[in-house]
């Protein structure tokens, strides 16, 4: 017979809200497994995304989104400055383009107020121009506390707190099945040396994988897991100097937050995600998505050259709501009342704001147990 080895707790996820549960697990004594089914952590969603510190505006009062959004942006604010991770609070402008555009803008005002972020403010067109003068708009909604951050960094600097406090990182571990038995979850982890794992804790923290991994474990009950849907998300580079020393923001479009001009931490602008509903991942670039972009971002900046994009990356946001729906949802985060197991915690549509709200996830998961 395959020996069992039994654990204390198993993180299934390497991404960047697996590895900030697993440090936030360690950090309160337990004994903590992650593991992870690439190569390397942050693989997936965490390296495809904006590398945005997202100041919390646009999610409903008193959802996850939300509350996480907020209270992880300030304690992801003070991590970077104790370790050292190369962020810069750069701001953000959500333009309107188009007068009508104006009103979304007061609406978003007092949903940021309620929302806790409170220090946003409206400008008008002048004033718009004389911050960014290659940006054009009707008013724009200033949210000084965005940022950018180095993702990676943040990831290791994770990792290293999981493994000074005992914690391992176990990579090529797909989980291939389970079971729910009393009072512990069998895992099936495949890889190079397959093994059988019975663990007192499991969180499914697995981003896009986290409905397959739900539904491979014998006595789950299937409707506590909710539907899923996949929105890809392009970016294209920008061949020359950024327009803008800040963030510049459209008005939202169904499923996304529109088009945006974002930098890294070397002032490089890239633009995206749109939005493009898929059954499948692929990680592919269209080039021809490009004449999308160029009619997106030429509302908030005319001068943007013909030629200037290139294609960069896509990414993959998980998410519990079709565009039927509006393409919305807030986290899932289930505690044991809620899957109906003492040893199991899971994860679902952890899309954006989940970088910038890990480590009040992590606490949040740490405070269901």
């Not at 800040?246 to 529109?258: A, D, K, N, T």
């Not at 990680?283 to 005319?302: G, N, S």
């Not at 704001?353 to 890990?358: E, F, H, I, K």
């Amino acid at each position: 017979m395959r020996e069992v080895l039994e654990l204390d707790c198993v993180v299934i996820g390497g991404g960047v809200v697996g590895l900030a549960v697993a440090r936030e697990l360690a950090i309160a004594g337990r004994e903590v497994v992650l593991l992870e089914a690439e190569p390397m952590t942050g693989s997936v969603t965490s390296s495809r995304n904006s590398e945005v510190i997202h100041a919390g505006l646009y999610y409903p009062t008193g959802s996850l989104k939300a509350e996480l959004c907020v209270a992880g942006k300030r304690r992801l604010y003070e991590y970077c400055r104790e370790r050292h991770i190369p962020h810069k609070r750069c701001g953000k402008l959500i333009v309107a383009s188009s007068e009508p555009e104006v009103a979304y803008l007061e609406k978003l005002l007092k949903q940021a107020d309620a929302n806790g972020v409170e220090d946003c403010s409206l400008i008008d067109g002048m004033d718009l121009s004389r911050l960014e003068p290659q940006i054009t708009g009707f008013a724009a909604l200033v949210s000084p506390s965005t940022g950018i951050i180095d993702s990676h960094r943040l990831m290791e600097a994770y990792i290293g707190d999981i493994e000074a406090r005992g914690g391992a990182i176990v990579l090529n571990s797909p989980v291939l099945g389970g079971e729910l038995l009393p009072g512990i979850v069998r895992l099936r982890v495949g890889g190079r040396d397959p093994v059988e794992v019975e663990a007192r804790l499991v969180v499914n923290a697995a981003g896009l994988n986290a409905w397959a991994v739900s539904e491979s474990i014998l006595g789950l009950e299937r409707t506590t897991v909710p539907e899923r849907h996949y929105a890809k998300g392009c970016y294209f580079s920008l061949a020359g100097t950024a327009p803008a020393g800040r963030l510049i923001y459209p008005v939202p479009e169904p499923g996304g937050l529109g088009v945006h001009l974002t930098l890294d931490m070397a002032g490089q602008a890239r633009f995206g995600p749109d939005v493009e509903w898929v059954e499948t991942i692929d990680y592919d670039v269209d080039p021809r998505r490009a004449d999308r972009f160029y009619a997106a971002i030429r509302r908030y900046w005319p001068a943007l050259a013909e030629g200037a994009l290139q294609p960069a990356y896509s990414g993959m946001r998980p998410k519990v709501m079709g565009p039927e729906a509006g393409g919305g949802g807030d986290f899932i985060i289930q505690g044991p009342d809620a899957t109906g197991h003492p040893a199991y915690v899971a994860l679902y549509g952890i899309e954006s704001p989940g970088l910038t709200a890990s480590m009040a996830i992590a606490e949040r998961v740490r405070r269901l147990i």
